[in-house]
């Protein structure tokens, strides 16, 4: 909305700059001082907004995070919640480069960093147990 209101204030601006005679600094200084402090505002606000959105060290996205992995699913517990999902609830199961995707939804999935085991062989073996219960019990 505020888009469209700060469009039809410049359309204004124009109509009547073409009605008026003088020097173009002496007739767009005015749009100029408003276009500036609009797109100050809406700068900062962008900043709030995106501040507002970043995850808290410690919080749900960047806390501590522990898993259980049985054959009744995917147990996580963090400082403030647990929660569990079946097998049935995995889509599927990467094993990338540098990160095994356990993926729950289009756009959710537990990434589990492969830097936390000893080798990459510890690493796919954890891959392979993880596709065996899924297997298994989904």
């Known amino acids: 909305m505020t888009w469209v209101l700060f ?4 359309a204004y601006m124009y109509k009547e ?10 007739i767009l200084w005015p749009m100029l001082i408003v ?23 410690g919080g749900f996205i960047l806390g501590t995070t522990k898993f259980k992995f049985t ?3 995917i147990e ?7 929660t569990s999902m079946s097998w049935g609830g995995v889509l599927n199961i990467l094993n990338e480069l540098n ?32 596709e065996k219960l899924r297997n298994n019990y989904s």
């Open 7 to 10: 469009g039809v204030f410049i």
């Open 17 to 26: 700059v073409l009605k008026r005679e003088g020097s173009i600094i002496e």
């Open 35 to 57: 276009a500036i402090t609009f797109l100050a505002i809406a700068y900062f606000y962008t900043l709030k907004f995106r501040k507002n959105l970043t995850p808290k060290p």
């Open 71 to 73: 054959e009744n699913g």
């Open 76 to 82: 996580e517990e963090g400082e403030n919640y647990k």
């Open 99 to 130: 990160y095994i995707y356990i993926v729950l939804d289009t756009a959710a999935a537990y990434i589990i960093p492969k830097r936390i085991f000893n080798s990459e062989d510890q690493a796919i073996e954890f891959f392979n147990q993880l």
